[in-house]
């Protein structure tokens, strides 16, 4: 791509044509005010006019596509500025490299963060008003060799869904209720990065929030609010750690803490501890699965008694895109073909003795702009930390020794959850080895 006032700007995922046109529209203005920069220095407030509208162009149809994320990423030659849909990345925009500096900067300063500092990492946050609704939306820099990265994540706010919201199966949903009454322990949630593990926590804390209760939680970042919750966010500048911040609410006289995540030894250690005196715990935990989590304890350097005494229940979870109800169709696979792709045991268990199955898909249409998908859901494993599990726990099982109990107990795996979810027409299985596999 040429670098002057000609140089097109492209949208492989052209959600809102009339959008693009504006960037275009937007960018060929401001790089011919560029040009004219060299020889005048006039053109001042025009030209930041020109950045502003690209910059609220691109928030805004990020927010309407409902994007998680938003991506600027330079290149040699030009920008590319992709979107996160539903957990998938795209490319949107084009724009030619000159730009690129002129945009980090407006968004620095809606950030506020420093617009002289061009070799180090900087994370902030801004409140965006788009039509009557005020979006925070979370901005993490970081230099390249290319020029500095700009990362968004567009906070959604899914303080309305309740736990029934989440996709847990029936037996599921009651065996992880009886834990949430309890009034202590240890609820984890375990998964990658946005996986929803927070927004499962949160779910809970709208069941546990009464007047009655003192819930406080220690978050990075509050992603959202609730009212009648203590939330506090943390700040490692001002020392405000995860392990300093729950030594400082365990002095609050709490009954219920959330800690947003537990990622050190220090956190683990007094975590359990409170979980030990009486509170009721949340908290996540980055693990590929919900028997993974124990052992990771154990690696984390707490007793194995401590563990099999205070963890009741682990959630192991995903996101998978759920099909566009708009242009979902029905076909017929057969059960050989799929035990191919995902276990035998999970395939045959849904097929009940047949040999070819009927599972659903999206064909693309307007509504899903093509992709076949539209929303995602969660898939889960709830694992019940039961007498036979403390037992290999105290012995010191691994991972593998672990699930094999669980599911022998009727845990309900994140593959058969997932499989019960394409056979309803929730989701497809090529969605669920993308995400699981």
Not at 246 to 256: A, F, G, K, T, Y
Request: net charge negative; charged share 25%; hydrophobic share 40%.
């Amino acid at each position: 791509m040429a670098d002057n006032v000609s140089d097109p700007i492209i949208a492989p995922v052209p959600l809102n044509s009339a959008a693009v046109e504006s960037v275009v529209s937007a960018s060929s203005k401001l790089i011919e005010l560029l040009e004219l920069q060299k020889k005048e220095a006039s053109f001042g407030d025009i030209k930041e006019s020109a950045v502003v509208k690209i910059v609220d162009l691109l928030l805004s149809e990020a927010y309407q596509s409902h994007a998680s994320d938003i991506h600027i990423d330079p290149d040699r030659k030009n920008t590319v500025v992709r979107f996160r849909l539903d957990g998938v990345m795209h490319d949107i925009f084009t724009l030619p490299k000159r730009v690129h500096e002129l945009v980090v900067t407006r968004l620095k300063i809606l950030a506020r963060l420093r617009t002289d500092e061009h070799l180090a990492p900087q994370d902030g946050k801004l409140q965006y008003e788009l039509g009557e609704k005020l979006v925070d939306i979370r901005v993490s820099t970081v230099p390249t060799v290319k020029g500095e990265n700009v990362v968004m994540r567009i906070l959604a706010d899914d303080s309305h869904l309740g736990l029934e919201d989440l996709g847990y199966s029936k037996s599921d949903y009651e065996k992880l209720m009886k834990y949430v009454t309890k009034p202590w322990g240890m609820i984890l949630a375990t998964g990658p990065v946005g996986s929803g593990k927070t927004t499962s926590l949160y779910a809970i804390l709208k069941i546990l929030n009464k007047r009655e209760v003192n819930i406080i939680t220690i978050e990075d970042p509050v992603e959202y609010y609730i009212e009648g919750i203590t939330q506090i966010q943390v700040n490692p500048k001002a020392g405000l750690t995860f392990a300093e911040g729950l030594r400082s609410i365990v002095r609050q006289d709490p009954n219920m803490i959330m800690v947003g995540e537990i990622r050190d030894d220090e956190t683990a250690d007094i975590a359990v501890n409170a979980a030990m005196t009486g509170h009721l715990v949340l908290s996540t935990v980055h693990t590929n699965n919900a028997a993974t989590t124990l052992p990771r304890f154990l690696e984390m350097g707490l007793k194995s008694f401590l563990i099999a005494s205070t963890v009741n229940v682990v959630i192991g979870q995903r996101l998978v895109r759920t099909i566009c109800e708009k242009c979902k169709i029905k076909y017929e696979e057969s059960v050989e073909e799929l035990c191919k792709h995902i276990p035998a045991e999970v395939v045959e268990r849904g097929a009940k003795g047949q040999k070819k199955i009927f599972l659903f898909k999206g064909q693309g249409c307007e509504a899903c702009k093509g992709m076949g998908y539209q929303g995602r859901v969660g898939i889960h494993e709830v694992m019940e930390i039961t007498n036979e599990l403390r037992e290999l726990i105290m012995k010191g099982a691994n991972a593998d020794e672990i699930q094999a109990k669980a599911i022998a107990q009727g845990m309900t795996t994140m593959f058969d959850d997932a499989f019960d979810k394409a056979l309803a027409g929730i989701t497809t299985t090529e969605e669920i080895l993308r995400v699981i596999k």
